[in-house]
């Protein structure tokens, strides 16, 4: 148990819709990082919310957006949703000090698009 | 980018020693993380190198040469709940650039 809690655990949706994945981070953690990873690779940065403002961002197209909350938790939305958007959605908290922390992933969200 | 390659996959006997290798291409991180993913499952941290050298810990130790763009994961003590895949990560301010990970087969 990370302390690190995403909802819901598994979606089906259709390519065209939109989705909202939602991450609880742990206690006392005021930076999240969302993560997509497709079947048989690692992680890919999509990015990450410190403060409840964007602190960079990876390769990803601007339908793929977020927000993060006063107590820190986060959303991921993916608008016109494609058939390469399935894929296992993490989230990942740390506590930000400028120094290596430790980060905390949550179980991940498992998307499919029909 | 970063670059990170390492093995697609490797198999090990229960009980013997393994070493995953990941070399990476990148000017600079703060530190170099390996975590373990069990299929359909989250990863778990298990070790990470900030400076070059060794770190044990426990079963598992990582090492780090920041001069030939390399580290490695090493497992002893091979244990059947070790199959699993281990992804090799770089860390800079906060995010981290994983490999595509290495999948390991322990076998009795």
């Known amino acids: 148990e990370t302390g690190v809690t995403q909802s819901p655990t598994h979606l089906i949706k259709t390519r065209g819709q939109q989705v909202t994945l939602r991450c609880s981070s742990q206690s006392g953690h005021n930076t999240v990082s969302w993560y997509q990873q497709a079947l048989g690779q690692g992680p890919q940065f999509i990015f990450q919310?410190?403060?409840?403002?964007?602190?960079g961002r990876g390769n990803f197209p601007p339908r793929f957006s977020g927000l993060q909350f006063p107590n820190y938790s986060s959303e991921l939305n993916v608008n016109a949703l494609e058939l390469d958007d399935s894929a296992l959605y993490l989230c990942a908290s740390s506590f930000e000090t400028g120094r290596n922390t430790e980060a905390f992933f949550g179980q991940g969200t498992r998307l499919t698009v029909v | 980018g970063q670059n990170i390659d390492q093995p697609t996959e490797m198999t090990a006997t229960e009980g013997a020693i393994v070493q995953i290798n990941c070399t990476y291409q990148t000017s600079g991180f703060n530190g170099l993380f390996w975590y373990q993913q069990h299929a359909g499952e989250a990863p778990t941290f298990l070790s990470y190198?900030?400076?070059?050298g060794l770190e044990e810990k426990g079963r598992f130790s990582s090492f780090l040469s920041r001069s030939k763009g390399y580290s490695y994961l090493l497992l002893k003590e091979l244990q059947m709940k070790d199959s699993a895949s281990y992804l090799c990560a770089l860390y800079n301010f906060n995010k981290f650039y994983f490999g595509s990970g290495t999948k390991l087969n322990v076998k009795p």
């Open positions: 919310y410190y403060r409840e403002e964007e602190n």
């Open positions: 190198n900030v400076l070059d």
